[in-house]
């Protein structure tokens, strides 16, 4: 049976530095892929400098409008427009003005730096010969937690992103640290993303992994789907097997956004789909 695959949520631009391609590409791509709705959620600008060699500056964004308001209202795939915005300490004072000003469909809330150590980006993979890695999981998680409470962002991106490189942390204590985190993010009625990006890393798995998502399905917070894209040919990479884990964890449907408010619609099946 073929079956449509669900929304991609998650997908960049040339304008974050480290993707490749341009916007009309990955929407030819999604159109080829069976993918009937997608989101540009590029790295938002950071005023104050923080980590500017992967993200727009904010005298680029009004291109990343110009880029995302030019492929919409097309045929299929429906485009939406969205952003990725970093939590870490200062980012309020840009974000409480500046996120309610967009007219964005939705908008990705992720944590990428300890203090200031970007702990997911190679370049610093020898810092993790140095930490105690289960401790590097309880800072990652208290910050997702100070993430949910700004209510700033509707999703959370790739939940469990310090296992990219392989660290882990045992399942009870893992449990015992998201646990919590999770309450706070349910009680700001977030969702969170069913990432694919990590099945091209060295940790080879979908971010969250199914323990954290039957964590998520317990306290009823949704999901979406992202591929994170950073090139054409990764829009709707293995969705196939993020609904079949998201059908494992208990879910039988999934968020579509609009002006930054979700929807359920139902997950159907997947076997094979159109390539």
């Given at each position: ?45 950071a005023?104050?400098g ?14 990343y409008v ?5 492929l ?75 993430l949910?409470d700004?209510?700033?962002?509707d ?15 045992e399942?009870g ?24 990006g990590?099945?091209?890393c ?43 884990l ?7 449907e ?6 930054r ?15």
């Amino acid at each position: 049976m073929s079956c449509a695959l669900p929304a991609d949520y998650h997908i960049h631009t040339f304008l974050c530095k480290h993707a490749e391609g341009m916007p009309a590409d990955y929407v030819a791509a999604a159109r080829a892929r069976g993918v009937p709705e997608m989101c540009f959620a590029d790295h938002a600008p950071a005023p104050d400098g923080y980590d500017p060699g992967v993200r727009m500056s904010i005298e680029q964004f009004p291109e990343y409008v110009e880029m995302i308001s030019a492929l919409r209202g097309g045929t299929a795939p429906h485009v939406l427009y969205g952003i990725e915005a970093d939590y870490y300490e200062g980012c309020r004072a840009f974000l409480e003005s500046w996120l309610p000003e967009q007219d964005f469909d939705l908008v990705l809330g992720s944590v990428h730096y300890i203090n200031d150590w970007g702990f997911d980006h190679p370049d610093n993979l020898a810092v993790w010969d140095s930490v105690d890695v289960t401790e590097t999981w309880r800072k990652y998680f208290d910050l997702l937690g100070a993430l949910a409470d700004t209510r700033l962002f509707d999703i959370v991106g790739h939940l469990d992103l310090p296992k990219k490189f392989g660290h882990r942390t045992e399942e009870g204590a893992l449990t015992e640290i998201a646990a919590p985190v999770l309450d706070r993010v349910a009680a700001a009625g977030m969702a969170v993303e069913l990432n694919t990006g990590g099945l091209r890393c060295p940790v080879g798995e979908i971010y969250p992994s199914l323990l954290v998502l039957e964590l998520c399905r317990e306290r009823n917070i949704p999901i979406v789907f992202g591929s994170d894209a950073h090139s054409a040919d990764c829009v709707g990479h293995a969705f196939e097997q993020a609904v079949n884990l998201a059908a494992q964890a208990g879910y039988t449907e999934s968020l579509r956004f609009r002006a930054r408010k979700g929807a359920p619609v139902p997950l159907q099946s997947i076997g094979r789909t159109a390539t």
